[in-house]
């Protein structure tokens, strides 16, 4: 249930709907990044058992996200601090993640996957989970008060640390039933499961100041 601000002439969410809202975004980030968890343990097995990787390759790989990510890092977090959707944009980049990967297989089962393509693929994502991390900070506080705003965060740093423990195991036992490119579909539904989160908040925007 939503109400008006009169004097801003905002709407402004009840504090009901923003518990729901906190539970389908941690939810959603929890899919989220599990699925980066999962890509970034797989992309080079990948690239090794599949495509014959030489150690460059291998190392570019594995580097190419962390350089990105300190590239982008400040311009992403600018540009997130002053938009109004938010919560769009996060599901529309869930929809370009699980996309992107879902090229893997698909690549793969036509012969058509190398390494200059994984490479592309690694680039984008990379693009993709700063901008989703920038614009996670300034949006929380659109749906949690004050005093939850920590709470919201811990949640957040617990979800990432056990994706970051639980995750290659989790792959790894996969690796051993399928192969790897198809193993990617997991990560394809991670996403598309946070972004089926993401959409129940979408209209949160509506609350920002």
Same mark, same amino acid.
């Given at each position: 249930?939503?109400?008006? %601000? ?5 709407? @402004?969410?009840? #504090? ?16 989220? @990044? ?21 150690? =460059?390759?291998? &190392? ?5 996200? &962390? ?18 959707? =938010? ?5 529309? !980049? %869930?929809?370009?993640? &699980? ?6 297989? @698909? ?19 990379? *693009? ?11 949006? $929380?506080?659109?749906?949690? %008060? =004050? ?17 970051? *423990? ?5 792959? =790894?036992?996969?690796? #051993? ?14 996403? !598309? $499961?946070? &972004?089926?989160? #993401?959409?129940? @908040?979408?209209?949160? %925007?509506?609350?920002?100041?």
């Amino acid at each position: 249930m939503t109400e008006d %601000d009169n004097r801003t002439g905002r709407r @402004i969410a009840s #504090q009901d709907d923003k518990n729901k809202m906190v539970c389908w975004l941690t939810v959603a980030l929890a899919a989220s @990044i599990v699925g980066s968890s999962f890509t970034k343990f797989l992309v080079p097995i990948i690239a090794a058992t599949l495509l014959n990787a030489q150690a =460059g390759h291998l &190392a570019v790989l594995t580097a190419l996200p &962390a350089l990105i990510a300190v590239a982008l890092r400040l311009p992403a977090g600018h540009g997130a601090d002053g938009t109004t959707h =938010g919560f769009r944009y996060m599901l529309w !980049l %869930d929809y370009l993640r &699980a996309v992107i990967l879902l090229l893997i297989p @698909i690549l793969w089962a036509f012969h058509s996957l190398n390494i200059a393509v994984l490479i592309a693929i690694v680039s984008v994502m990379a *693009i993709a989970n700063v901008s989703y991390t920038a614009l996670l900070g300034p949006s $929380i506080p659109v749906i949690a %008060d =004050g005093p939850h705003i920590g709470n919201v965060n811990a949640r957040v740093s617990v979800i990432v640390s056990t994706a970051d *423990i639980t995750g290659p195991p989790v792959a =790894g036992a996969l690796l #051993q039933v399928l192969a790897a490119p198809f193993v990617i579909l997991v990560d394809v539904a991670s996403y !598309l $499961i946070s &972004a089926a989160n #993401q959409r129940k @908040i979408v209209h949160a %925007d509506e609350f920002r100041a």
